[in-house]
């Protein structure tokens, strides 16, 4: 397993855990009031915050030695990164939308967070597909 296909799989995990850690926290915080009377400001900080520095250490302590990126790695970088940002796109649409529509900021935010979610998760499975099966071309 090169050193990039490592940072795809961590990165692809710590994004899934952050998510699932959040979602929990919002959750059980709503203690059965409706979701938009929530408190998730922190927790979604908390999140974003966390996974940064999660996948800062587990690749500092998981990465290995360092070593040159060729061809290849940057390639399928490249595809795994324009893959992802799809739902960057569609996040950004969908916040800018609901504001127009006046819908409650808790949806906004949560959107917004849960396309920046699926991006990372989508452009992780594309670079681990990639470097398991090759390129298509």
């Known amino acids: 397993m090169t050193l990039e296909e490592r940072r795809?799989?961590?990165r692809?995990?710590?994004a899934v855990i952050a998510y699932g850690a959040?979602?929990?926290v919002v959750t059980i915080g709503a203690d059965g009031r409706p979701l938009t009377d929530t408190s998730y400001g922190a927790a979604l900080l908390w999140s974003v915050g966390g996974a940064i520095v999660a996948s800062i250490v587990?690749?500092?302590l998981l990465g290995g030695r360092s070593r040159e990126?060729?061809?290849?790695?940057r390639e399928i970088g490249r595809v795994g990164d324009h893959t992802g940002q799809a739902f960057v796109v569609i996040g950004a649409l969908s916040g800018m939308l609901m504001a127009v529509a006046e819908w409650d900021r808790f949806w906004i935010a949560n959107v917004i967070y849960l396309c920046f979610a699926l991006?990372?998760?989508l452009g992780g499975v594309t670079k681990v597909v990639l470097y398991r099966t090759g390129m298509p071309w």
């Open 58 to 60: 587990a690749e500092t």
């Open 119 to 121: 991006s990372s998760v």
């Open 8 to 10: 795809a799989w961590i």
């Open 22 to 24: 959040y979602v929990v």
């Open 12 to 14: 692809l995990a710590v």
């Open 69 to 73: 990126i060729d061809v290849r790695d």
